[in-house]
């Protein structure tokens, strides 16, 4: 028996769109066996059996945020994606994340941490308590989608391995495998692989910050990060990281990917912040995907990403001009 | 006529996917058909572009001096699909407004300089006819140059773009390098048997 918690960030019922449905779980699989072939629905140690053995088999599990916006159609999460790692357009790493062997997978935790190890991720998962957050997901490009995943506070996973009192941050690294990345191999990409992100850890330890291991009742495609990936909602896509393989305590501020390479552009925070200009993309307003060809369905952006009342505390006075 | 009906059969196949999109939505875009559609123009803008500044170098290459007639036409698809690039951008991802387009022009960069391409390319594509070509006489050849810089504003519009993948942009600077080296070298020839 699940409760559903309404959060302060929800929207009032009276904003919800009237005719939102929430697709049970067997429509979504009539609809991803009836759309395009994906590439990398994994299968083996995260497997469909494994969701349903946690509670998944009778539709969704609500538990904690929904954000009360009408879902973003599993079709176009899943071939949308920013996933450097498979190539740099939208629609590759759909198309080729299918190369990536996601099982058998580990996990490596290091650093400020009293029990350091490296844990399959079966052992990882074991006991965890799944549940389902609908949550916003802004780009820093300036789009936005609404996606339910499947997962559980990054703190129950952190805690297990006993942090020290001198951890401050924590790192999270992707697998680099270019034999099966095939964006890694890719000659003209400027980016220091493997990709690197991190947050501080008051923020990992914030109970909107997830591990998610599926999206929309079903174990999470490879191109979505599968098969475990960080979701960070009130921060830029970019800092949820994908494929994480370590995980990392530290004392110091992480030297995250993006912030190294373009330090103008992106912050180590990157907060939603309607207020601070990106020099490619303005932030004020975003487009909700999917778009169509008669409007871009342009909305405005909320600060924090609609979740300013759960996270504002975090940051309670830092200039977040500066600390962008 | 031939030539006309091959560049532009890139409108006619987007044509197409965009009656079938219409007809079984989410068949043949994908979550973002706006932004599809403009980098599908911005390459063809770019394509044409690089077309136009290859003509005169191939004609002189294969011998073919009747084929500088041809460049009227390449550069006035380059114009076009330009435009209609503007004009997605416009529509379809600014949404028509104005305050954000002029905001974007203000502070990004790889906007302001696509703007200027496009600006650049208004008096050229005007005064392309024949008419024009006899009236302005040794005038029209100094503005026509302006294309050398359109080339570079669009390439660097490419690179300022770009966030973590560079293939497009090396590829159409080395184009670039290349068509605009053939006539450095060229002109110094013609210099140093002047001065001979
Ligand atoms: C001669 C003029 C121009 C040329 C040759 C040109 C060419 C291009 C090319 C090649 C791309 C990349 C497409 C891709 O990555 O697949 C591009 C993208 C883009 N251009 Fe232009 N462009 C021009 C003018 C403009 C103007 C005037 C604007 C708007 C004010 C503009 C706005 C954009 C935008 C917003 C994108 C990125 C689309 C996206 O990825 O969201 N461009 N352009």
Redo the contacts with the bound molecule.
């Keep these: 028996m699940h409760i559903r918690v309404r959060a302060r960030s929800d929207p009032k019922p009276s904003e919800i769109t009237p005719e939102r449905v929430y697709r049970t779980r067997r429509e979504f699989m009539a609809l991803a066996a009836s759309s395009v072939a994906l590439g990398g629905l994994n299968a083996l140690a995260l497997t469909e059996d494994w969701l349903d053995a946690r509670g998944f088999a009778d539709g969704p599990v609500f538990k904690g945020q929904d954000p009360g916006e009408e879902i973003t159609p599993f079709q176009y999460a899943s071939s949308y994606n920013n996933f450097y790692e498979f190539g740099t357009d939208k629609g590759d790493p759909a198309q080729y994340a299918g190369e990536l062997t996601v099982d058998p997978w580990s996990v490596e935790v290091t650093g400020e941490v009293a029990k350091p190890g490296r844990i399959a991720i079966e052992d990882l998962l074991a006991g965890v308590d799944l549940e389902e957050r609908v949550y916003r997901l802004r780009c820093v490009e300036a789009w936005s989608m609404v996606i339910p995943w499947i997962g559980f506070p990054v703190k129950r996973l952190l805690d297990r391995f006993e942090p020290t009192d001198s951890a401050k941050y924590v790192e999270f690294t992707t697998l680099h495998r270019p034999e099966e990345m095939r964006g890694q191999r890719s000659f003209f990409s400027s980016i220091d692989w493997p990709y690197v992100e991190g947050l501080r850890l008051d923020e990992a330890y914030h109970p909107l910050a997830i591990f998610a291991v599926g999206m929309y009742g079903k174990v999470l495609p490879n191109q979505n990060g599968a098969p475990l990936r960080l979701v960070v909602p009130w921060k830029y896509g970019f800092k949820s990281i994908k494929s994480i393989v370590g995980i990392r305590l530290m004392r110091r501020q992480p030297r995250t990917t993006w912030n190294v390479m373009a330090p103008d552009e992106y912050g180590f925070y990157a907060n939603v912040n309607p207020n601070v200009d990106h020099p490619r993309w303005s932030q004020k307003t975003e487009r909700r995907l999917p778009s169509s060809f008669f409007s871009p369905n342009r909305i405005d952006t909320m600060m924090f990403n609609g979740y300013a009342e759960e996270v504002a505390p975090l940051y309670a006075g830092m200039n977040l001009r500066r600390k962008y | 006529m031939l030539l006309f009906a091959v560049l532009a059969s890139p409108l006619g196949v987007l044509a197409y996917d965009v009656y079938r999109e219409v007809l079984m939505p989410g068949t043949v875009f994908g979550a973002d058909p706006g932004?599809e559609i403009?980098?599908y123009m911005?390459?063809w803008?770019?394509r044409l572009?690089m077309a136009t500044l290859a003509v005169s170098p191939a004609s002189r290459l294969f011998k073919r001096p009747q084929w500088v007639r041809f460049r009227r036409m390449f550069g006035l698809f380059a114009f076009a699909y330009?435009v209609l690039?503007?004009v997605g951008?416009l529509g379809m991802?600014a949404g028509f407004d104005f305050g954000a387009v002029v905001d974007?022009f203000a502070k990004r960069p790889y906007?302001t300089v696509?703007?200027a391409?496009?600006v650049m390319?208004v008096p050229l594509a005007a005064t392309s006819t024949r008419g024009w070509q006899r009236r302005l006489r040794a005038n029209w050849r100094r503005l026509h140059r302006l294309v050398y810089v359109?080339g570079v504003l669009?390439c660097i519009?490419?690179w300022w773009?770009s966030k973590a993948g560079f293939g497009?942009a090396v590829l159409y600077t080395a184009i670039l390098i290349l068509l605009l080296g053939e006539r450095t070298v060229r002109m110094r020839v013609r210099i140093a048997a002047k001065a001979r």
Excluded: N
């Design positions: 932004e403009v980098r911005g390459e803008a770019i572009l330009a690039h503007f951008y991802l974007d906007i696509g703007i391409a496009l390319l359109i669009a519009h490419l773009l497009e």
